[in-house]
Structures are given as C-alpha cells and as structure tokens.
C-alpha cells in the first residue's frame, strides 16, 4: 500500500510539472497535448458518420474523458482485479444513442 501510494504521489508531481497546472502564464507539454488530441479527434468526428446532435467538441471531449477513464481505472486499486473489459464495458454501452 505505501509503494502505491508513493507511485500516486510521484505521477501526481510530474502532472502538476507538466500539465502547466501550476503555472497559469505558459501551457505544459501535457495540457497542450490534450488540446491537439481534441482538435484531431474533432476533425475525425467531423468526417464521420457519428452523431450530429451534439456538437463536435463535446463529442471530442467525451472521447477524451473516456480515455481518462480508461487509464484511471487500469491504475485503480479496487479494479484492478477485474478484467479491462468488464471493467469497461459499462461505459461502452452508455455511450452509443
């Protein structure tokens, strides 16, 4: 359990380092990283045959969160033991319209 948390606490430095969280005059590596994300994720959704009844940066911005989601609950402790596709599965069958 202090392995983990030390793990935490270490990834949790290098976001606040990198993500430009901390510094509010320059953008980090990591927050312009997620903004280039949505704009090529927009693009795709635009030339898509997806939904068109929510408009492209939400839709991109879900995806995103997705993604986040995905990654929060691999490194999850409680989940940890529950294959990636049960544990994913849920918000797969929420998303679609």
Same mark, same amino acid.
């Given at each position: 359990?202090?392995?983990?948390?030390?793990?935490?606490?270490?990834?949790?430095?290098?976001?606040?380092?990198?993500? &430009?969280v901390? /510094?509010?005059? $320059? +953008?980090?590596?990591? /927050?312009?990283?997620?903004?280039?994300?949505?704009?090529?994720?927009?693009?795709w959704?635009?030339? &898509? $045959?997806?939904?068109?009844?929510? *408009?492209? *940066?939400?839709?991109?911005? &879900?995806?995103?969160?997705? &993604?986040?989601?995905?990654?929060?609950?691999?490194?999850?402790?409680t989940?940890a /033991?529950?294959?990636?596709?049960?544990?994913?599965?849920?918000? +797969?069958?929420?998303?679609?319209?």
């Amino acid at each position: 359990m202090r392995r983990e948390r030390n793990l935490f606490r270490a990834f949790h430095r290098v976001i606040l380092r990198r993500s &430009g969280v901390a /510094a509010r005059e $320059t +953008l980090g590596p990591i /927050a312009m990283t997620f903004d280039r994300h949505l704009q090529i994720v927009s693009r795709w959704l635009d030339n &898509g $045959t997806f939904r068109h009844d929510v *408009p492209l *940066p939400i839709l991109a911005e &879900g995806i995103q969160a997705f &993604g986040n989601q995905t990654v929060a609950l691999h490194f999850c402790t409680t989940h940890a /033991a529950m294959p990636l596709r049960k544990r994913l599965l849920p918000y +797969l069958q929420a998303w679609p319209r």
